[in-house]
Structure formats: C-alpha cells, structure tokens
C-alpha cells in the first residue's frame, strides 16, 4: 500500500509563486487544446457569416419588441417583423450545423434580410437587414479550406513514377 505524499502548502500573500515551466504548462495546456480545437472546428464551417446573420435575426426579432397590446395594435406587420427574424435565425443555424447547405441559407437570409425592411421597422432601423445581408452573403460564397497536402489546381503536372522511362511518343 502506498501513501501520497502530503500537498505542499500554498504560498502565502508575501511568498513568492513557483514559475517553472511544468507548474505553468499544466493549467494552460487544456484552454491552448480547446483553443485549438474550437479554431478547427470554426474553419470547417461558415463561422462569421452565421454570427452576423444571427446577430441581424436577433435585432429584427427583438428590436420591434413590445407588450402584448402594442403587438396586437400593430397587427400582421408586427408578427411578420418577428417571422423574419426567427427564419434568419434558423438560418444562421442552418449555415453553421449544415455548412453544404449554406447556399441555399444564404440566400434565404438574404432575402429575409432584404423583406425585414417593409416588415419591421425598416428592417430593425437598418441595422438588422445589413447585418443579415453580410451573413448571407458571407454563407454563399464561403469556400472550406483545401487540404494541406494537395497544391495546385485540376491541371498540375503528375509526376512519373521511378523507373519508367520517357518514350519519344514515335512507333
């Protein structure tokens, strides 16, 4: 049976703070691992454009916001307001869970963004429609990241193997 050595005291206000190297690698190491791995996975998908297609829902959405008896005042305009705004968030989630799809979200968020002018508050004071037409407009042209190893285009030169010889191309 063995018994752990006893912590070691922590060091009092005037004390000074151990600084090695290993004692400052261990807290760190998990945030620079997630860090990274959260990077990866953003680079895989049309990251920005679903936060500012989602920030444009959001102040569509919230900004014609009002009790209950102004909404009714205001009648289908004020539900259509609301209806853009939660399609645009939708395709914000859309873009960033489904990025193949992020053509045709694009697109819809664009056109969302553009009816929200006429529907809420001049497209939530302009603000809302120019943030969702960035969104979309980021989704539909984004392109993922080539891999690392393939360099140049469908018309790249291929190497022979070794040990082949290079005919003249006469018979």
Do not use: C, Y
Request: glycine share 16%.
């Amino acid at each position: 049976m063995t018994i752990d050595p006893p912590p070691e005291p922590a060091p009092g206000p005037g004390e000074p703070v151990p600084s090695s190297p290993a004692d400052l690698a261990d807290p760190v190491t998990p945030v620079r691992g997630a860090r990274a791995a959260f990077r990866r996975w953003r680079r895989t998908r049309p990251f920005w454009a679903t936060v500012w297609t989602a920030l444009g829902g959001f102040v569509i959405f919230f900004l014609p916001m009002a009790p209950l008896g102004k909404i009714l005042q205001v009648g289908v305009g004020g539900i259509a307001g609301m209806a853009g705004g939660v399609v645009l968030m939708a395709m914000a989630l859309l873009m960033l869970l489904l990025p193949g799809q992020r053509h045709t979200a694009g697109v819809i968020a664009v056109i969302a963004g553009v009816a929200s002018f006429p529907l809420s508050n001049l497209g939530g004071l302009f603000v809302g429609m120019v943030l969702s037409v960035l969104g979309g407009s980021m989704a539909f042209a984004w392109l993922p990241e080539k891999p690392a190893g393939r360099k140049g285009g469908p018309f790249r030169r291929r190497s022979r193997p070794a040990g082949v010889p290079v005919g003249s191309g006469s018979v």
